[in-house]
């Protein structure tokens, strides 16, 4: 037992000891000036509390939004091009990230989607022999329009599809057209035999 207590009074007078107490003052210099250094050092590489504020580049065309963008010092990226919206300008910003007013840090990406120059093209199906009722249903459905002008033909069938006109010319089934664009019937008057 005497070992230990000789020991344990060793390692308290040493503790008690002026180069334990000066090793101790160094080590609590050297990390205060080390964490003092850390986070100066980020707050210059990260930019801290430096806000550039997103403008709103809605319906601005890519030149246009390059111009401003570089202008901040911001950059950006075309991720898609959205559905046609005819309320926007063709080629121009229809959605952005972040949105306008957010606050974001230089060098910082805007993610954009631009609203392409028409609708996308859809093939005509084929709708011979489909009643009236039918064909309107399924035109509308894959995003055409359809007209008022029926042209009717003498056919046994009373209002039976028997072709389609797109600005008075007739169209053949695998055509392709924007979506929207106004398809008219061809219908059968019943008065065929």
């Known amino acids: 037992m005497s070992n ?16 334990f107490l000066k090793n101790v003052i160094i080590a609590i210099v050297s990390i205060l000036v080390f964490v003092f250094v850390l ?17 709103n580049l809605h319906k601005m065309s890519l030149s246009d939004v390059e111009q401003k963008l ?8 075309v991720i898609d091009s959205a559905s046609y919206n005819p309320d926007y300008p063709k080629k121009s ?27 996308r093209d ?39 599809v028997r072709g389609l006109k797109h600005n008075g010319q007739k169209i053949e089934p695998g055509t392709k057209l924007p979506k929207q664009t106004t398809i008219d019937l061809i219908l059968g008057d019943g008065n065929g035999y």
């Open 4 to 19: 230990f207590t000789e020991k344990f009074k060793g390692l308290f007078q040493f503790i008690k000891s002026k180069s």
């Open 39 to 55: 986070q100066w050092w980020l707050g210059v590489t990260t930019n801290h509390n430096q806000k550039i504020q997103v403008p």
């Open 70 to 77: 570089e202008e901040l010092n911001l950059d950006f990226v």
């Open 93 to 119: 910003i229809i959605e952005q990230d972040p949105e306008a007013g957010d606050f974001v840090k230089e060098k910082r990406k805007i993610y954009l989607t631009l609203n392409p120059s028409k609708y």
């Open 122 to 160: 859809v093939e005509v199906p084929n709708l011979n022999g489909r009643t009236r009722r039918q064909a309107t249903t399924h035109l509308r459905s894959i995003g055409f329009k359809v007209g008022t002008k029926v042209t009717w033909v003498h056919d046994i069938g009373k209002d039976v």
